[in-house]
């Protein structure tokens, strides 16, 4: 069963909403990692029937699944960043406003990220202040610049987990 909640946008989506897009990838999570610590587990993801298919049952086979799924998720995020920025064949099939955007929310996120510490009201309303501040003089305004600050205030433990898809790598 299918439960891919991914968009693909083309050259007519000229703006990327953080919030909608993150909302999708939590559900799509769910369904393939079985909704890691959230209160409501899902038992039987994809991850899990896998496990079972190729009859992975040693004590660590959920942290082995994990390592290698962020992985892939890593070295596909990356590739795919590579070819967006080099290959202008590629870059043609979306809106360069679409692409800034991209751009700009992996900013934020990373931003987030390294400044704001897990539960502290303070770091969360400078940061707040400082991305409002950053995507205003980059010419976003209105809904657009509320939706980046509330993706991640609605989806922070989300961006937390994939981390790894927004920083570099740790030695």
């Given at each position: 069963?299918?439960?891919?909640?991914?968009?693909?946008?083309?050259?007519?989506?000229?703006?990327?909403?953080?919030?909608?897009?993150?909302?999708?990838?939590?559900?799509?999570?769910?369904?393939?990692?079985?909704?890691?610590?959230?209160?409501?587990?899902?038992?039987?993801?994809?991850?899990?029937?896998?496990?079972?298919?190729?009859?992975?049952?040693?004590?660590?086979?959920?942290?082995?699944?994990?390592?290698?799924?962020?992985?892939?998720?890593?070295?596909?995020?990356?590739?795919?960043?590579?070819?967006?920025?080099?290959?202008?064949?590629?870059?043609?099939?979306?809106?360069?406003?679409?692409?800034?955007?991209?751009?700009?929310?992996?900013?934020?996120?990373?931003?987030?990220?390294?400044?704001?510490?897990?539960?502290?009201?303070?770091?969360?309303?400078?940061?707040?202040?400082?991305?409002?501040?950053?995507?205003?003089?980059?010419?976003?305004?209105?809904?657009?610049?509320?939706?980046?600050?509330?993706?991640?205030?609605?989806?922070s433990d989300?961006v937390r987990?994939?981390?790894?898809?927004?920083?570099?790598?740790q030695p």
């Amino acid at each position: 069963m299918d439960h891919d909640n991914l968009h693909i946008p083309d050259e007519e989506d000229e703006v990327f909403w953080a919030q909608g897009a993150l909302r999708s990838a939590v559900m799509d999570e769910a369904f393939i990692r079985g909704n890691p610590r959230r209160p409501k587990q899902v038992p039987r993801s994809s991850l899990h029937f896998l496990e079972r298919i190729y009859h992975l049952e040693y004590d660590d086979a959920a942290d082995r699944s994990r390592r290698s799924l962020e992985a892939g998720m890593t070295t596909a995020c990356q590739q795919t960043r590579r070819a967006l920025a080099g290959d202008p064949r590629l870059a043609r099939l979306f809106s360069p406003d679409y692409l800034r955007h991209l751009r700009d929310w992996h900013t934020v996120a990373a931003d987030y990220l390294n400044s704001v510490r897990l539960a502290n009201e303070a770091d969360f309303a400078a940061w707040q202040e400082r991305t409002q501040a950053y995507l205003a003089e980059r010419n976003y305004s209105g809904d657009l610049l509320v939706n980046y600050c509330r993706a991640l205030e609605k989806h922070s433990d989300f961006v937390r987990r994939y981390s790894f898809l927004y920083l570099p790598a740790q030695p």
